[in-house]
Nanobody, 122 residues
Framework: QVQLVESGGGLVQAGGSLRLSCAAS????????MGWFRQAPGKEREFVGY????????LYTDSVKGRFTISRDNAKNTVYLQMNSLKLEDTAVYYC???????????????WGQGTQVTVSS
């Protein structure tokens, strides 16, 4: 039903900013929730935040709250992750995901992108 493609990753210095995009295709009445996850080397996949296509509902994990912002462009079927004040520990592969309900665990999401690498340097 849904294909997700992430973009916007790269190398950034600590304290800098980066904006990730997740373009969705094949959408109809499916997947009202879009989530962001990340996975650092040697660690499990970690919830970052989610947004609902309609309305203004968003939720962030404490480690990124106040620094990261999720936004949407419904006309383009695209969700964004704006990352500010980046830290070394933000280095990870970032994934977007689509699901039918809001959840903080990967199992709550049915569709996944392939990920985009974000590397924060000192």
């Amino acid at each position: 039903q849904v294909q997700l493609v992430e973009s916007g990753g790269g190398l950034v210095q600590a304290g800098g900013s980066l904006r990730l995009s997740c373009a969705a295709s094949g959408r109809s009445f499916s997947s009202p929730v879009m989530g962001w996850f990340r996975q650092a080397p040697g660690k499990e996949r970690e919830f970052v935040g989610y947004t609902i296509w309609s309305g203004s509902n968003t939720l962030y994990t404490d480690s990124v709250k106040g620094r990261f912002t999720i936004s949407r462009d419904n006309a383009k079927n695209t969700v964004y992750l704006q990352m500010n004040s980046l830290k070394l520990e933000d280095t990870a592969v970032y994934y977007c995901a689509a699901g039918s309900w809001a959840g903080v665990r990967p199992t709550a999401y049915r569709y996944w992108g392939q990920g985009t690498q974000v590397t924060v340097s000192s």
